[in-house]
């Protein structure tokens, strides 16, 4: 079996100032910058990372944008290009996640294009796919997750996925405290690993990076990470928290050593 690093993203949404962002990106210097054995990435907002990416440096936690257009500048008032994000220190974006999907009408065909915009100019995607909770309900998740990864991974080569991160986030658990269990979790990742191998061949799938998002906290990620195709966690409200996010961070560190 391949060797998945571990990885372990905080995704800070609409939250702090850039004043505040450095000093929260301090602490999670000091208290993760040194880990071994697991990837880490903060994607604070547009305004705070390139203050955010100095606070960074030198450390080995990575910067993550929470989203990025698919021109490389243009008349598109209001979003961000990959070239930008690059110059600034940008090693990952966040695409696709359900709520840009939810409040800004994203679609797969729209991921697809952000998605490969950011690998052609060198940053990891971080694409996020996810079933609401009357989806689930209705027994359709595996059928919502195989069309939001076939549409939102459309015209993507084996080569272009070696720099693809795949997010399995239900929406009815983020931020709302309900967590899938590991065996709901893990059903669904070994759904995505099948689909990736459908569409990438077994080697490629074998190396790509999926992780869980929804309510992950330290006190659940060591059991949800213990599952074999759970490689890592896109976290929220926990990565605004030093020290929860720490121990999420250990969390993956006993997964790989």
Same mark, same amino acid.
């Given at each position: 079996?391949?060797?998945?690093?571990?990885?372990?993203?905080?995704?800070?949404k609409m939250h702090r100032t850039p004043k505040e962002s450095v000093a929260l990106a301090r602490e999670m210097v000091a208290k993760v910058g040194s880990a071994k054995g697991v990837e880490v990435a903060i994607a604070?907002?547009?305004?705070?990372?390139?203050a955010v990416g100095e606070a960074l440096a030198g450390s080995g936690v990575k910067l993550a944008a929470q989203n990025v257009h698919?021109?490389?500048?243009?008349?598109?008032?209001?979003e961000i290009s990959a070239p930008m994000l690059r110059e600034v220190g940008c090693a990952y974006a966040i695409i696709g996640h359900s709520e840009r999907r939810q409040y800004f009408g994203e679609t797969d065909e729209v991921v697809a294009k952000r998605a490969r915009a950011a690998i052609a100019q060198g940053l990891g995607a971080?694409?996020?796919?996810?079933?609401?909770?009357?989806?689930?309900?209705?027994?359709?998740t595996l059928e919502v997750i195989e069309r939001q990864l076939r549409g939102g991974l459309s015209g993507m080569s084996?080569?272009?996925?070696?720099?693809?991160?795949? #997010?399995? $986030?239900?929406?009815? @658990? %983020?931020?709302?405290?309900?967590? &899938?269990?590991?065996?709901? #979790?893990? $059903?669904?990742?070994? @759904? %995505?690993?099948?689909?990736?191998? &459908?569409?990438?061949?077994?080697?490629r799938a074998a190396t790509?990076? %999926?992780?869980?998002?929804?309510?992950?906290?330290?006190?659940?990620?060591?059991?949800?990470?213990g599952q074999p195709d759970i490689d890592g966690a896109l976290v929220g409200g926990a990565s605004l928290d030093p020290a929860d996010f720490s121990r999420i961070v250990e969390a993956a560190k006993a997964r790989c050593c």
């Open positions: 079996m391949t060797q998945r690093t571990p990885f372990i993203a905080g995704n800070w604070p907002t547009f305004t705070a990372l390139q698919f021109e490389a500048q243009g008349a598109f008032t209001g971080i694409v996020c796919v996810g079933e609401l909770l009357a989806e689930r309900e209705a027994g359709k084996a080569d272009e996925a070696k720099n693809l991160v795949i #997010a399995y $986030e239900p929406v009815w @658990a %983020i931020g709302t405290g309900k967590v &899938a269990t590991p065996a709901q #979790a893990q $059903e669904v990742h070994a @759904a %995505i690993r099948k689909l990736l191998s &459908a569409l990438f061949g077994g080697d790509i990076p %999926i992780q869980y998002g929804g309510s992950v906290k330290g006190s659940n990620a060591a059991e949800l990470l």
